[in-house]
């Protein structure tokens, strides 16, 4: 079994009105193929900013994952897409890190 290293690029959504928050993260096999995800998720984005909108947050960092999901990148055309709070890896050196602690 060999190593299954992907590229973690958080995403975070902005709302008018309400602000910004984080909004889960994207896996990729290569840098270019999460730059070709990125590339593409804005070129479907109308001319002007929409009400509510996700975009890449951070700097992007590599993660091992499990075969499942692995399999589940190698599979997808340029990445895919988790609104999962829980990050894979350590969260990267930048951007939002989620609490491992319950909150109350």
Known sequence: MGTRLVIVQKWE????????????????????????Y?????????DTAPEEYSRPD??????EVDEV????????????RSYDR????????DGWIPSRRPIG
Do not use: C
């Open 86 to 93: 829980k990050l894979p890896g350590t969260g990267g050196t």
């Open 13 to 36: 959504e902005s709302e008018r009105g309400f602000g910004t928050r984080p909004d889960g993260y994207s896996l990729h096999l290569t840098e270019a193929d999460r730059e070709t």
């Open 38 to 46: 990125v590339k593409e998720y804005w070129d479907g984005m109308p």
């Open 69 to 80: 999901t692995f399999a589940s990148v190698q599979a997808s055309k340029n990445g895919i």
């Open 58 to 63: 951070g700097t992007p960092y590599a993660a």
